[in-house]
């Protein structure tokens, strides 16, 4: 095995086809800038950013739906802090609650139980988003529910599968040479899960962790991959993630939730991408079929086009002039897994 430096001198001595990898979660974006390993790459390796933000997919009416249920007389929303500034089509929760909304922040889906029982006569929406990294929390979440007779929460779910999103990306844009693999959902989904990707649509992933190390050593080994025309999905993170994945936390999930289409933010309806509670388990949903089609964003933000990789941050006419951190006209600049606002923090 390759060395560090041997993998650092091999990736900046690169002088073949050009080839584009992407890094599918925003962790890894945040890392990659962290690191400095731009700088360490052959011209001819280009890195982009995918749709592994979850905050960044989630659709603009999702937000209303959210804010419309924090304003009604007896209900209150809970979120996690990052969700509270994206922009919807009439505005965000956190003007939602400027307006007299109860929106609460919870640290922890697992929060609301302690709220639920001391206000029992109080509804309780939680926005329940995020990939396989936090679905697990969910479904435990509908454990206690259940196991404590609490009938006065809801989930409000805008959950989704990243796998039916990385096909996507391959039949609408073959460009992409390779995958740097989420390390956090394949912590539950297992690096098994790739393969039929890899084996589809000719591609290689590689898994990996968010360190300086770890990400270098995907990206040789994406580049191996390529030169040597393999499509394999390699575990490099085996200390977090194993073959098969997290059994458990996969049971939990198919005990509550099942696969269906889903709309995406910026890139419309993906074929079951999405996870909605079984119909056995509809009395605990607020709603979720009435977040509809996905509509333009507003002030011509291509969020949709940044989390595919089809232009970077830069290329946006909004980066850095109308839309920045204190003012956001989209979700890629709000979270802190966003492409815009990593790239507005490290180059700004």
């Known amino acids: 095995m390759k060395s560090i430096e041997q993998c ?34 052959s011209p001819q390796i280009s890195l982009i950013s995918g749709p592994g933000c979850p905050v960044c997919v989630t659709p603009a009416n999702y937000i209303d739906r959210a804010a419309e249920m924090a304003l009604r007389e007896g209900w209150t929303l809970c979120t996690f802090g990052d969700m509270m500034r994206v922009p919807g089509e009439q505005g965000s929760l956190l003007e939602a609650k400027a307006r007299g909304g109860d929106v609460r922040i919870q640290y922890s889906p697992m929060d609301v139980l302690g709220w639920a029982e001391a206000e029992p006569n109080r509804t309780f929406v939680i926005a329940a988003v995020g990939f396989e990294t936090t679905l697990p929390v969910y479904a435990l979440l509908m454990e206690h529910l259940l196991d404590h007779g609490l009938k006065n929460v809801r989930l409000l779910t805008s959950l989704k599968a990243i796998l039916p999103a990385l096909h996507w990306i391959c039949e609408s844009d073959p460009a992409i040479d390779g995958f740097l693999g989420p390390g956090h959902v394949s912590a539950i989904l297992g690096s098994a899960a790739y393969e039929p990707l890899c084996k589809k649509h000719h591609i290689p992933l590689a898994v990996a962790g968010f360190s300086f190390e770890q990400i270098v050593l995907a990206i040789h080994d994406l580049l191996m991959q390529v030169q040597a025309d393999t499509c394999e999905a390699h575990n490099l993170y085996t200390n977090v993630i194993s073959q098969e994945g997290n059994l458990r936390a996969l049971q939990l999930v198919d005990k509550y939730f099942v696969h269906q289409t889903s709309n995406w933010r910026g ?33 011509g933000c291509l969020c949709g086009q940044v989390i595919i990789g089809r232009i970077s941050p830069a290329d946006c006419p909004n980066f850095g002039t109308i839309c920045t951190p204190a003012s956001p006209q989209g979700p890629c600049m709000v979270s802190m897994e966003g492409t815009c606002g990593i790239w507005y923090a490290n180059q700004a």
């Open 8 to 41: 650092i001198q091999t990736i900046k001595a690169y002088s073949g086809p050009s080839i584009r990898l992407m890094e599918v979660c925003g962790t890894h974006t945040h890392s990659i800038f962290e690191h400095g390993i731009h700088d360490l790459l």
């Open 267 to 299: 890139l419309g309806e993906i074929e079951a991408s999405g996870y909605v509670l079984k119909p056995e388990f509809e009395c605990f949903d607020a709603g979720s079929q009435f977040v509809v089609n996905e509509t333009p964003e507003r002030n």
